[in-house]
């Protein structure tokens, strides 16, 4: 089993490589975030000893549940799911360091206010819905960069980025509009010279469409299941569609 997860993030980091050049970029830009959902933290930590080390929750109570056993393996968390404000100081115990997912106003200010009680900031990429779907979260991309300049004001969020979640389909050009559109919302707020962003970040891509998405401009591909095997259920269980 140790070997097979090994040989399997060998076999995306190929990918990722390839994709690269063909589309003239520098592998090092790219970074295979790990997504743990479901997976056991001693599977984990097999992929952290071998120095995978930027791995990403959905659920805060998994992160709690791993938190004891992976600590004693230097890496670097994400959270990828969808977060409720009640749940903001939960989150806040484990040593995130980056929110991947967020989409709206009032959980940036509660985020905000938690922050500031605590003395720490914390790096956010918003998420945006750049499939248009009812089902996912995420800002709509016409007020992507609105939302992108409120949260810019509270100065204990430091915005990295951009992440989505293309759709799933096996259309390439369907999926390659999404990434395409989180660019495009990228490049426009890069022109607007935005105190307190940076935009350095683009979260999008899984194992099914990275190549599309490292073409598109990814810099972060997150891969969990070509990684640690199938789940019991399906992806849009644990994305916490609505």
């Not at 599977?43 to 600590?71: F, P």
């Not at 293309?166 to 660019?183: D, I, N, P, Q, Y």
């Not at 979260?203 to 990684?227: L, N, P, W």
Request: proline letters at 2%; charged letters at 25%.
């Amino acid at each position: 089993m140790n070997e097979e997860i090994l040989q399997n993030i060998a076999v995306i980091q190929e990918r990722i490589n390839n994709a690269c050049i063909n589309s003239n970029r520098n592998p090092d830009e790219v970074k295979l975030l790990l997504a743990t959902k479901t997976v056991p933290a001693e599977r984990i930590k097999i992929a952290l000893q071998a120095g995978h080390t930027l791995i990403a929750e959905n659920k805060i109570q998994e992160l709690r549940e791993k938190y004891e056993v992976l600590k004693e393996v230097p890496h670097i968390n994400h959270f990828i799911g969808h977060l409720q404000t009640n749940k903001i100081k939960d989150l806040l115990k484990y040593n995130v360091a980056c929110i991947q997912s967020l989409d709206r106003l009032d959980l940036a200010e509660k985020l905000h206010q938690r922050l500031q009680f605590e003395n720490k900031t914390i790096a956010v990429l918003i998420q945006v819905n750049t499939s248009f779907e009812e089902s996912k979260f995420g800002v709509n991309p016409d007020n992507a960069i609105e939302l992108v300049k409120q949260v810019a004001q509270l100065e204990t969020l430091k915005i990295k980025g951009l992440m989505t979640i293309g759709l799933f389909s096996a259309e390439t050009e369907k999926v390659r509009k999404c990434f395409r559109l989180l660019k495009d919302i990228q490049q426009q707020i890069i022109t607007l010279n935005i105190p307190n962003v940076e935009m350095q970040e683009l979260s999008m891509g899984m194992s099914g469409d990275m190549e599309t998405a490292i073409a598109e401009g990814a810099t972060i591909i997150r891969v969990g299941t070509a990684i640690f095997g199938q789940r019991i259920y399906p992806d849009s269980y644990y994305w916490n569609e609505k």
